[in-house]
């Protein structure tokens, strides 16, 4: 009720720059993520299994595979933006990402699509083993979500839906080690 009040009294969400702060379409978002979970969570995802598996998985998935990679093409196609804060701020990593290697190679956004595909299988089949497809789903829909409005690329709002990922990988037992 409180928020509902402060978001009637204040004509919105946002504080301070509204433009700035608008909700926009950033579909590439959610591949993002996934890279990035990929990335950080790498030690605990037992990667050179998972490819394996993947690799098993793939020609039984042409179907689903193709049309995986034709919406990842075109949400990077019409949903990749670039924040002005984006490009104006060199405190942080994703301006010189940005700025060096996506803005500038423009080829390269699409070549991660089959990345986008890996590391999104490899994280779904790691918390597979304790969380229901129906669960998983509600993860990515909820991630995306919050993800896809947010015009600017941060970290920061991966670090939520990582975590949740990451509470839901099984440890291994000290045993097998």
């Known amino acids: 009720a409180c928020f509902a009040a402060f978001v009637a009294w204040n004509g919105g969400v946002a504080v301070g720059d509204r433009e700035s702060h608008a909700a926009v379409g950033h579909y590439a978002q959610p591949f993002y993520l996934s890279l990035f979970c990929f990335g950080t969570l790498s030690p605990l995802l037992s990667i050179p299994s998972r490819l394996v598996a993947f690799a098993g998985w793939l020609p039984r998935n042409l179907a689903s595979t193709m049309l995986f990679l034709l919406s990842a093409a ?34 390269l956004r699409y070549a991660l699509t089959p990345l986008y595909l890996v590391s999104l299988h490899t994280v779904a089949s790691a918390i597979s083993k304790t969380l229901s497809p129906l669960k998983i789903s509600l993860l990515c829909v909820c991630s995306a979500l919050v993800l896809v409005p947010a015009g600017l690329i941060e970290c920061r709002y991966f670090a939520i839906p990582t975590l949740l990922v990451l509470l839901h990988i099984p440890l291994p037992s000290p045993s097998s080690k």
Do not use: Q
């Not at 301006?95 to 423009?106: A, E, I, P, S």
């Open 74 to 107: 075109l949400s990077v196609r019409f949903g990749t933006i670039a924040h002005p804060y984006l490009l104006a701020d060199n405190r942080h990593y994703t301006f010189y990402l940005w700025k060096n290697l996506m803005g500038r190679y423009y080829w």
